[in-house]
DNA sequence: CCTCTATTCCCCACTTTTTCCCACTTCGCG
DNA sequence: CGCGAAGTGGGAAAAAGTGGGGAATAGAGG
C-alpha cells in the first residue's frame, strides 16, 4: 500500500528507444489520487546534483508559487529573467499512457544525463528520477556522509520524531530490484 | 493536454522563407481555449534579452496594464516612455493559419536576430521566441545561477517538514548574496 | 484610373513525430 | 501452478511540422 504522507522507495526502470519508462505502480497510485485536482500527471523539471524532479500536479503548483515570487513582474532584473525562464523551459508535463508510462522529452534526459537504465526515488514530496549509475554513485557518497549531512540538514535538537519516524518505515521493503 | 498553470517547456522550429512558424501545439491549445475572449491569436512584442514576447489576448490586456502603471512610475518617466513606445510600437498580433503557424513581421524577426531555427519558450503567463543559437547560449549563461537560486526557490515552495525549513535558510544562506 | 508587382492569405500535399493500442514477458502471491 | 498486476516492446493510426502553389489583396508607378 502507498504510504499517504509522501513518496519513499527506490524503483530501477528502463527507457525504451522512445524515451518512456514506467512510473513505478506505487508512485502511480499517489499521482492519480490528486485526479480532478489539476490534472493526470507528473511535471518534470531539471534538478539539482543533475537528476529530474517530477512533481505532482499540487505540488508543482506550490513549488511555481515560490518561483513567480521571484520575479513576480515580467521586466524585473535580468537574473530573475534568467532564473524563471531556466525554470520553466525545463519543465514538462508528462501524462502517463494507458500502460502507467511517461515520455520523458529529450531535453529533460539529457539535462539528467539519463541512458536506459533509471532509477525512480521517492523523497517525501518529489520524486527524483536519476541515472542509474550516477544514483548508485550518489547513494554510496550519500551513505558515507549521512550522519554528517543528517546533522547539518536537520535541526536534532528539537524535532527529532518527525525526522526519525519517516526513515523507521521506508528503509527495508523498497529495495531495488 | 495544456498545463492548466501556465506556459512551460521548450520546442524548436523552423521559420520558412515567408516568415512562418508553427507555434507548439501544446502553446497552440492554451491559445485556442481564450477564443471568444479576445479572439484567436498571439500578440508578439519585442522582448527583453533579443528575443520576443508574446501573449494570449487574455494576458495581454494584463501585461498592457502592467506596462502603463510603470510608465507612470515619476523618477522613471522618460525612460518609462521610451519602453513603452517601442513595447507597444513594435506589437504585432498574430493569427495562426490552419496548420497552426503564425506569420512573424519582418521587423520582429530583425529585432529578436531571428533566423532559420528559433526556440519557443514557457515562461509561466508568456511565450518568449528565441534564435535557436541565441537561446543556447542564454540557456547556458543561466545554468551556472541556476542551481543556487534553485535551491532556495524549491525549498520555499514544498511542503517541507518543520526541521527541514528551520534550517533550509542557514544551509543556503551563505551562497545567496 | 488602370496595370503591374509584391505581399498576404488560404489551401493542399508530404514527412516526421507523437500517441494510442495490442501483445508478450516477468514477478509476486495465493 | 495459475492468476493478476507490473513492466516492456513494437506496430499502426493520428497529429504535428514543413514546404509550396496559386488566388486575393494592397500598393506603387505610369
Redesign the pocket.
Known amino acids: 500500500m502507498v504510504s499517504p504522507a509522501g513518496f519513499i522507495g527506490q524503483?530501477?526502470?528502463?527507457?525504451?528507444?522512445?524515451?518512456?519508462?514506467?512510473?513505478?505502480?506505487?508512485f502511480?497510485?499517489a499521482m492519480e489520487s490528486e485526479e480532478g485536482e489539476g490534472g493526470l500527471g507528473l511535471y518534470v523539471t531539471v534538478g539539482l546534483d543533475r537528476c529530474l524532479f517530477a512533481y505532482t500536479p499540487v505540488r508543482w503548483r506550490a513549488v511555481t508559487q515560490s518561483v513567480r515570487t521571484t520575479a513576480r513582474h515580467p521586466f524585473a532584473s535580468r537574473d530573475a529573467r534568467r532564473f524563471q525562464r531556466q525554470f520553466f523551459a525545463s519543465a514538462a508535463f508528462c501524462?502517463p499512457?494507458?500502460?502507467?508510462?511517461i515520455?520523458i522529452?529529450?531535453s529533460l534526459r539529457a539535462a539528467a544525463g539519463l541512458r536506459?537504465?533509471v532509477v525512480f526515488i521517492g523523497v517525501e514530496d518529489r520524486i527524483e528520477v536519476w541515472d542509474a549509475e550516477a544514483w548508485i554513485r550518489e547513494e554510496t557518497q550519500g551513505r558515507e556522509d549521512y550522519e554528517r549531512a543528517a546533522e547539518r540538514a536537520l535541526d536534532l535538537g528539537g524535532d527529532l520524531d518527525a525526522a526519525t519516524r519517516r526513515h523507521g518505515d521506508s528503509a527495508t521493503k523498497e529495495e531495488i530490484?
Chains 1, 2 share one sequence.
Open positions: 524503483y530501477r526502470h528502463a527507457l525504451d528507444e522512445k524515451g518512456r519508462v514506467s512510473v513505478p505502480a506505487r502511480r497510485e501524462e499512457d494507458a500502460q502507467g508510462r515520455l522529452p529529450e536506459r537504465d530490484r
